[in-house]
């Protein structure tokens, strides 16, 4: 298995640029969320989907949008590129099991917005 | 609303010393706590979890973790630590997404 896998790795963009982040996992895991991490804070939830077809908000929903038309991918939109959303992005996905439950991360996005 | 709060911004032990970081949390019912560890420019690695069951946790590279639910925390401890352990840690709560705490960078002198 691949896990999670994040793309592209690093990006930069102009002010007023939109883009998308590509998550996917291999796992089958219903849940799947995203998070920015900015210098000398914790991960912050931007949005998350606990199936095909079902995303809500989380902390930090600004300006981004998601859609999740499959269970394997969870795709983040910048509908327009704002210098306050350079960050690291990271997505995750998680399936509670037996033992509780764990979220697998990808590696991350690092995304710089001039 | 859940929170976490990990107070301490920074740390600094020496090498083959022990070390205990700290975590406090809010959470509504009975909660999910986990620590991960971030190396510069990493991703997030699970350290360990706390569900349900007996309070001290173990997870890997020797780091255990203690629940208490009287005072709401969940520190991290390791009897002795090594150059390696240098890195920053996350305490987090919830159960399908997680809120995370500002972390605590850890430096290891020689």
């Known amino acids: 298995n691949a896990g999670v896998t994040q793309t592209p790795k690093f990006q930069v963009l102009k002010t007023g640029q939109s883009m998308t982040l590509q998550c996917a996992q291999d796992m089958n895991h219903e849940y799947m969320s995203w998070y920015r991490q900015d210098p000398g804070m914790g991960l912050r939830l931007i949005h998350y989907?606990?199936?095909?077809?079902?995303?809500d908000q989380g902390e930090v929903p600004n300006g981004y949008n998601v859609s999740r038309s499959t269970t394997e991918d969870f795709p983040l939109r910048l509908l327009s590129a704002a210098p306050s959303q350079t960050s690291v992005y990271f997505c995750a996905s998680s399936y509670p099991g037996l033992a509780g439950i764990e979220q697998f991360f990808g590696p991350g996005t690092r995304l710089t917005v001039l | 609303a859940q929170s976490v709060t990990q107070p301490d911004i920074h740390i600094t032990v020496s090498e083959g010393a022990s070390l205990e970081l700290r975590c406090n949390y809010s959470y509504g019912a009975t909660p999910y706590l986990f620590w991960y560890v971030q190396s510069p420019g990493q991703g997030l690695q699970l350290l360990l979890k706390y569900f349900s069951g007996d309070t001290l946790v173990q997870g890997i590279k020797g780091f255990e973790a203690e629940f208490k639910r009287s005072q709401s925390s969940f520190n991290l401890r390791k009897p002795s630590v090594h150059w390696s352990d240098a890195a920053e840690y996350f305490c987090?709560?919830?159960?399908?997404?997680?809120?995370f705490g500002d972390g605590t960078t850890l430096t290891v002198k020689p």
């Open positions: 987090a709560v919830g159960y399908r997404e997680s809120t």
């Open positions: 989907s606990v199936g095909a077809g079902i995303t």
